[in-house]
Nanobody, 121 residues
């Protein structure tokens, strides 16, 4: 069974930095896209950043120039380096992988459990 485990959230002052990690475990045939989403209280979950298997990245406009997504395919891990954090970045952050488990040729969405990021002003 595939699981995604996140780490790296916490409390930081505005202007500070955090690095999130998300590692997939279990039988995995291949991983397509990896991404980070966030959900603030009372708001819908939104895409923060994504990275394809080829390394192409995309970012929400609100984090461009401040956040960097990267992946380590050997470790089935995605990272989100967050710099110059703002109070409006406060949310629960979720990783998302589109991957083929076991010997499946069909890709499925998998989610991490979420990690709280709180930025104080």
């Amino acid at each position: 069974q595939v699981q995604l485990v996140e780490s790296g959230g916490g409390l930081v002052q505005a202007g500070g930095s955090l690095r999130l990690s998300c590692a997939a475990s279990g039988r995995i045939f291949s991983i397509d896209t990896m991404g980070w989403y966030r959900q603030a209280p009372g708001k819908q979950r939104e895409l923060v950043a994504g990275i394809t298997s080829g390394g192409s990245t995309n970012y929400d406009d609100s984090v461009k120039g401040r956040f960097t997504i990267s992946r380590d395919n050997a470790k089935n891990t995605v990272y989100l380096q967050m710099n110059s954090l703002k109070p409006e970045d406060t949310a629960v952050y979720y990783c998302n992988f589109v991957l083929r488990p076991g010997t499946s040729l069909v890709a499925f969405n998998y989610w991490g459990q979420g990690t709280q990021v709180t930025v104080s002003s």
